[in-house]
């Protein structure tokens, strides 16, 4: 048998494409007759249209139209009577502003540069209304979504009556995805009822699904291209406004139209993960034991939409605690709706939870690592039920040793390194692991040859590459003889990418469409090759991409060129059973941090990382350990230099531009150690993986400024840890 | 507009002519423009269009990835723009278009600079190479294939960038260690997060003495 | 972008003539500011004179002055060795200012006519009187958490951006100018301005005056130097605070010093009497910190910058300390 491709550290299969510049993204197409689109939006953050003056725009050179809800082409699934008017913003619908940057018209012109300078020609006139955009003034408008009920297990606030307790907020401000590729959308409408798009998104199936209901499309009208992503983190989990009024404008103009966003309508045409005030009470014995916790957390929404996310589930679930209640609600502000952002509520829940743990160690005296191994959960204290696999024991030990935890001092301030103060945090993260339905079909060709497709996305992780692992290893075939193709609508169906499940979901499909095929060839040759003559199908085995009968042995290829047939191709549709009803599954997270803290001046630098992740089978650990260091990433930035900012008086972003909003660079970060504990989850699916998107980042910030506290004895609760926080 | 290859075009005589032609142009179309009954006026603007066409582009002359083009281009393209929407050259990215990412990096005379922030009549007669010009026919640049080996990239939008910054880095003489590396590519964001292993891939090539 | 029109100038005199007929015409060097302010709509230029292929890239020791021509890219001066020798503390502001793509293209005068970061400046849809005169100052009230605690005025609280202004006003550097009128030089502390109430005016330029070069001095100021710039992440960001330190010590007196700081004010603002407090002092923490109390006298702060006052005081001792090394 040759060497399982599943656990190998396999170069990706784009590589070469992205390294040269040849992997094409949504922008770098150009259809025939292409012209350029440019936004108009709203200065004013509240308030309606009351006059478009397109005169001058249009009398610009080149400009082929502006269109605005004046003139749009009617969007046939727009319902005007909709009761509930929280359904998503109808751009070009009607003349209400109800956020900051929110598109009020699109300019078209035969070139960029002409696009973009007659924009600035449309004037807009606004009737202004008061807005709200500051959280901490609105927080009496908080409500609770019909969703998000309060949670109770045991008493009430126990926590008020441990010996030992602690009550503390935990904010985090609006943070922007921000991945490298501005949005934005090619739209095409090769007929007045067949629509083409070259799209930015996790879920090509999603995005055609969504513009079906828009415009009353029969799917197969609607094509639907995202091969290359670059990145999205979240953003690219639906379709977006300034989308739709690309395809309007395409409509109307009757020539594809491609719209690029500039980066600073990134922070507000496209999500975020919302600002959450998070207030945690926690107790324990004297001797460690939690008692209680509570979780309170509010964040906001917008105007037009309840956007919710997983913010408090982690304090129900990650701890053996007897008394837990949680409670989670909305407050609605004149900003965009929000949308999941990488690791996505729970990375804001656990921020305050591991604080919380962290504050709670402290106050106990004990090393918080002691704490967490004390209070760890054996079975899933908020299902009641056993894990399908839970190694976060091993991941605690093993980090614990590769950082050097012994190093640390119980007591903060007390180690220094060359001036400056020397801090070690850790933390916890865990993540649901789940697993969706997709669908695959397999095409094995006469040159022996396979090819595999679904509509799944890779934004970044190296979707195909695990693919084609998983595919070599379910029919032995070579990896390199092997393709899988993905990114296309016209492909079977697979849900988005997100919630770490791709592997788990899509996986799962391409492992079953390799035995549908396999069962198929086995048919094949059973019934029409002589020396498998008298063979049962199910009998006949399967090794290194040949039938194999005694000591009979038949290449795939061969078989196919026998039959004379250029190709085979099967289809399955794979989904979970009810392993979820006997088992909790997660994925979780360790993160252990080395930091400096420049005393004088305040700066925090990360000097050494090490996170562990208990994700169940690691398909490729080269993929894999880029998107834990990817994840830690973004965990350096939500810690210390992430945080949109909003002149309240405006409702407006001041720091919208990726100079001023600060994405870590290549300076902020130090040598990362990723470890695996790489064992099978028995029960999940059939390679075994659970996921790691989300883990990667989810309680990474608390690490930091855990360290941070370690440091220097200063506990900022208000993320991120800036410099001025610690002068 | 074409230009013959001995004209100077920074000749400021020629310049004059031109800005003279430009004057007139501005002054005609808004005669027209008066003239014009109100509905008349849109029309009008297409006229300016083809006008525009004519009179408000330059000449420029530079070489990109070895090959020589002359072009004509409106002043306000930018370098980036030019080689994405103009010449079909779309490895280079646009990240930020305010010089505020480095995904955009190409190198101009063997120096790696922000695309985004040049203008493209700028460049008359320099050298421009971008990721499509590094690699000789099918043999990738050593960079390239360190990328590839290192994994120093996820969503590889930030890469041509991160190469061609990485492979100035390397002969700038700013690959000396890992910190010198990191600070030296700070210029480009990677919001995969990529760091550890684009440092990883610059090492390699530095270390392996591959001539770069 | 609004259409403009281009033109390359074949001598100093052609640019100076082009710019001084056309009132809105801007000189156009790396861009590197120009064009992401016109891609902002701040300004918009009608015709840009393109003065790259001008002479005036250069770098020469002339009499032990050192002249640094306009054209001079950031990142050639920083690894020049004329300057890495005789004057690294400029070297040092240089590689800590933007990334080396951008270095790779900003010239030496462009640096010095960097415009603010202030975000009300650069967001045309706020009210700035820096942008529109009279028009209000919106950071005063606003977020200004980047903001000026020295020298700002009720029109305008904007600092100036550049790390490398901040080494050349400590090493005392010249600004040659040419112009319609001739050529002048203005000492470096009087090049650039504060806002008063003509916050639009970043320095004293006339219409038509182009940057030729700088000259610096030479000084004593070679190895007890430093440049400290705080900021929110590692790198390519601009500073909260920045300090250039310079020292020039014997027998463990410090003969003369050279103080200025970035982030702080409407042009590198450099602080003589901390100087004059450290002159003939020992090179310890205690005296630094007399210094680092004299130098923020005068400081005024506003919702958000308050901690810019203890910032740069414990920069000044640290920037001290490191190049005393003490």
Known sequence: ?727 | MSQAPNENPSCPGKRDKHEARRDFLKQSSALMALALTPPLVVKAGEHDETIAGLFEKMPVSLEVNGKAYQLSVEPRVTLLDLLREQLNLTGTKKGCDHGQCGACTVHVNGQRINSCLTLAVMQEGKKITTIEGLAQGDTLHPVQEAFIKHDGFQCGYCTPGQIMSAVACIREGHAGSPEEIREFMSGNICRCGAYDNIVAAITAVKQGGHTV | MNQFSYVRPASQQAAIDALTKDKSARFIAGGTNLLDLMKNGVVAPEKLVDINRLPLKSITLNNNTLHIGALTLNSEVAAHTLVTTRHPLLSQALLAGASQQLRNMATTGGNMMQRTRCSYFYDITMPCNKRTPGSGCSAIGGINRMHAIFGASDQCIAVHPSDMCIALAALDATVLVAGPKGNRRIPFGEFHRLPGNTPDKDNNLGKGELITGIDIPASPFTQNIYYLKVRDRASYAFALVSVAAALDISNNTIRSARLAMGGVAHKPWRLHEAEKALIGKTPTIENFRIAATVATQSARTYKHNAFKVPMAQNSLVTALSKAAAV
């Open chain 1, 1 to 727: 048998m040759k060497k399982q491709a599943v656990g190998q550290s396999m170069d990706r299969v784009d590589g070469r494409l992205k390294v040269t510049g040849t992997a094409r993204y949504f922008a770098d197409h150009q259809p025939e007759g292409m012209l350029y689109a440019a936004l108009v939006c709203s200065p004013v953050s509240s308030g309606r249209i009351t006059a478009i003056d397109a005169a001058k725009a249009l009398r610009a050179p080149g400009v082929a139209d502006v269109v605005s809800h004046l003139n749009a082409p009617p969007v046939p699934g727009y319902k005007a009577d909709n009761p509930n008017p929280k359904q998503g913003l109808k751009i070009f619908y009607d003349d209400r502003i109800y956020s900051n940057g929110q598109p009020v018209a699109i300019v078209v012109a035969n070139t960029l540069e002409r696009a973009v300078h007659a924009a600035s020609l449309v004037k807009v006139t606004y009737a202004q209304e008061v807005h709200k955009t500051d959280m901490d003034e609105n927080m009496g408008q908080a409500f609770q979504h019909k969703n998000m009920k309060d949670y109770l297990r045991g008493e009430a606030d126990a926590w008020k009556k441990a010996p030992v307790h602690l009550e503390a907020e935990y904010n985090i401000p609006i943070e922007v995805h921000n991945p490298m590729e501005l949005a934005g959308i090619i739209a095409h409408w090769e007929t007045p009822d067949q629509l083409t798009v070259y799209a930015k998104t996790q879920g090509v199936k999603s995005v055609q699904q969504t513009l079906k209901t828009l415009f009353q499309l029969p799917e197969s009208q609607i094509t639907v291209h995202s091969r290359f992503v670059g990145g999205a983190f979240g953003m690219g989990l639906r379709i977006w406004p300034m989308e739709v009024a690309t395809i309007l404008a395409a409509k109307k103009i009757r020539k594809p139209v491609k719209l690029v966003i500039t980066r600073k309508d990134m922070f507000t045409l496209v999500g975020y993960r919302p600002a959450a005030r998070q207030r945690i009470g926690i107790g324990a014995t004297t001797d460690g034991k939690l008692t209680g916790i509570t979780h309170e957390a509010v964040a906001n929404t917008s105007p037009y939409e309840d956007f919710t996310e997983a913010i408090v589930n982690m304090s129900r679930m990650m701890y053996a605690c007897p008394n837990v209640n949680t409670r989670y609600q909305l407050v609605p502000l004149n900003l965009s709706t929000p949308v999941w952002m990488r690791g996505p509520g729970e990375a804001t829940g656990a921020f305050a939870l591991e604080s919380a743990i962290d504050e709670l160690a402290h106050q106990l005296k004990m090393d918080p690592l002691q704490l967490r191994i004390l209070n760890h959960a054996d079975t899933d204290p908020e299902k009641h039920l056993p894990y399908s696999s839970k190694y976060l024991k091993e991941a605690y030990e093993m980090g614990a040793a590769k950082i050097g935890w012994q190093q640390r001092s119980q007591t903060p301030g007390q180690l220094q390194e060359n001036g400056w103060l020397v801090g070690y945090g850790m933390s916890s993260g865990v993540f649901s692991a789940g697993r969706g339905r997709a669908t695959a079909s397999a095409t094995l060709k006469a040159d022996g040859t396979l090819v595999i497709r679904s509509a799944a996305a890779d934004i970044g992780p190296g979707t195909a590459t695990a693919m084609v692992q998983i595919a070599a290893d379910a029919t032995g075939i070579d990896a390199k003889k092997i393709e899988f193709l993905l990114g296309e609508s016209a492909y079977p169906e697979a849900p988005r990418q997100g919630g770490s499940s791709t592997v788990s979901t899509v996986g799962s499909a391409v492992n079953d469409v390799c035995r549908s095929l396999q069962q198929k060839l086995g048919e094949m040759a059973s019934a029409g090759i002589p020396a498998f003559k008298g063979v049962k199908a199910e009998n006949i085995q399967h090794e290194d991409g040949q039938l194999v009968a005694g000591n009979t042995r038949l290449d795939y290829a061969a078989l196919l060129q026998l039959q004379q047939l250029p190709e085979l191709t099967v289809t399955t549709t794979s989904q979970a059973g009810d392993e979820r009803k006997h088992y909790a599954m997660y994925s979780f997270s360790v993160h252990f941090t080395k930091v400096h803290v420049h005393p004088a001046t305040g700066v925090v630098r990360i000097k050494h990382i090490v996170s562990v992740a208990d994700s169940g089978t690691v398909v490729n650990t080269k993929t894999a350990r880029s998107q834990m260091i990817g994840g830690v990433v973004g965990g350096i930035g939500m810690a210390l230099t992430e945080e949109a900012l909003i002149d309240h008086r405006y409702g407006r972003y001041v720091n919208n531009n990726y100079a001023d909003y600060h994405v870590p660079v290549n300076a902020d970060t130090p040598p990362t150690d990723v470890l695996f504990i790489n064992k099978k989850d028995p029960v999940i699916n059939p390679m075994g993986a659970k996921g790691m998107g989300e883990i990667a980042l989810i309680g990474f910030a608390a690490a930091v400024s855990n360290a941070v506290f370690n440091a220097t004895g200063k506990r900022v609760r208000d993320l991120p840890i800036t410099p001025d926080k610690l002068i």
